[in-house]
């Protein structure tokens, strides 16, 4: 797999705060993070199943070092796992109570929320796990079954993203 000169700089530089800490860069760290790029958001059972040389604990422990190193974030989108995403990628999420998708939200949409909340009480935002629960079009609309259970409807269609467990 060809990498580029970016990918192959982050990957040495992340080997090098590795060693700092003793730790090595190893295959199966590369496969999770490799997992939770091409993911977007992604469970940790998700991402074990993407990266086929590590297992399910050897994920857990990999995404609490990489989120320690500020390398992946994660947010709570529903009431399962937590969803694991890289850490540059810093937006808010918009999540259907009813079907769990994972709606994305136009850029700048909280900004004179977070600026308000910064300046009127000296509060500082974390967007990481800044997330607005609703209900999106399709279940509002009546594509609900009774007692708030959903089934299936494809939110692409419409513009919306898969949530991490319709994935």
Partial sequence: MATTPTADTEARELAARLRDRGLRWTQQRAEVLSAVRSLGHG?????????????????????ELLEDLGVV?????????????PADDRHIHVVCHSCSAVIPAPDGLADELIQRLALERDFAVDVAHFTVFGICSNCRDGHVMAAGHSHAHDHAASGEQKSAQER
């Fill in 43 to 63: 469970t940790p059972e998700q991402i074990a199943a993407a990266a086929p040389n590590a297992d399910l604990t050897t994920v857990y422990r990999t995404l």
């Fill in 73 to 85: 974030a994660h947010a709570h989108l529903d009431h399962g796992a937590p969803a694991y995403r």
